[in-house]
Antibody, heavy 121, light 108 residues
């Protein structure tokens, strides 16, 4: 079964750091671009970042540039999101999502169930 | 940045047709994806590349895209289709993805 399972969410103070992980299974991990997408409770979806199949290229939502770093370990079939200088408006459910191919473009065809990040003092 | 617009809500009777619009400048030149999200669940793709239906999605779902509006059409609407629907595009110049604000489809 194709599956993505996120972990690492929690409560952190403003200005703090947190690293999210996403464990993949059931497919050839390095055949796909991977993404992080977030959703404020009761709100809409917001794309956060993507990393190319080989981990060489990464692109970010403007508001997280310089604060978030997306990476992957193809040997461990895992995706990561290092977040620093967290702000209250980063509070959201963070989803790991698979792109349909090695391309940056296109749809997200597999989603995890999400991990919640709460930034609060 | 690329701005997508969607009506916040849409109500349709069972058995009727729901048309969910997604507006954007020259969106007809882009590839549009659609996602369905039910309460407490992760999004599920219901349309790829304007009009390509993923495996397992009923043929009651179809898509079109032209000019400044893309549309997800759901025919013979069922109670189980009640959900939030989001459109999404990729912008080549920034390599960023953008979602519309979502449309809550209510079946009454």
């Amino acid at each position: 079964e194709v599956q993505l399972v996120e972990s690492g969410g929690g409560v952190v103070q403003p200005g703090g750091s947190l690293t999210l992980s996403c464990a993949a299974s059931g497919f050839s991990f390095d055949d796909y671009t991977l993404h992080w997408v977030r959703q404020v409770p009761g709100g809409g979806l917001e794309w956060v970042a993507l990393v190319s199949w080989d981990g060489i290229f990464a692109y970010y939502l403007e508001s997280v540039k310089g604060r978030f770093t997306i990476s992957r370990d193809n040997h461990k079939n895992s995706l990561y999101l290092q977040m620093k200088s967290l702000r209250t408006d980063d509070t959201a459910l963070f989803y790991c999502a698979r792109g349909r191919s090695t391309s940056s473009s296109g749809a997200f065809d597999v989603w995890g169930q999400g991990t919640m990040v709460i930034v609060s003092s | 940045s690329y701005v997508l617009t969607q009506p916040p809500s849409l109500t349709v009777a069972p058995g009727q047709t729901a048309r969910v619009p997604c507006g954007g400048h020259d969106i007809g030149r882009k590839s549009v994806q659609w996602y369905q999200q039910k309460p407490g669940q992760a999004p599920v793709a219901v349309m790829y590349d304007d009009s390509d239906r993923p495996s397992g999605i009923p043929d009651r779902f179809s898509g079109s895209n032209s000019g400044n509006t893309a549309t997800l059409t759901i025919t013979r609407v069922e109670v189980g289709d009640e959900a939030d629907y989001y459109c999404q595009v990729w912008e080549r110049s920034s390599d960023n993805h953008f979602f519309g604000p979502g449309t809550k489809v209510t079946v009454l």
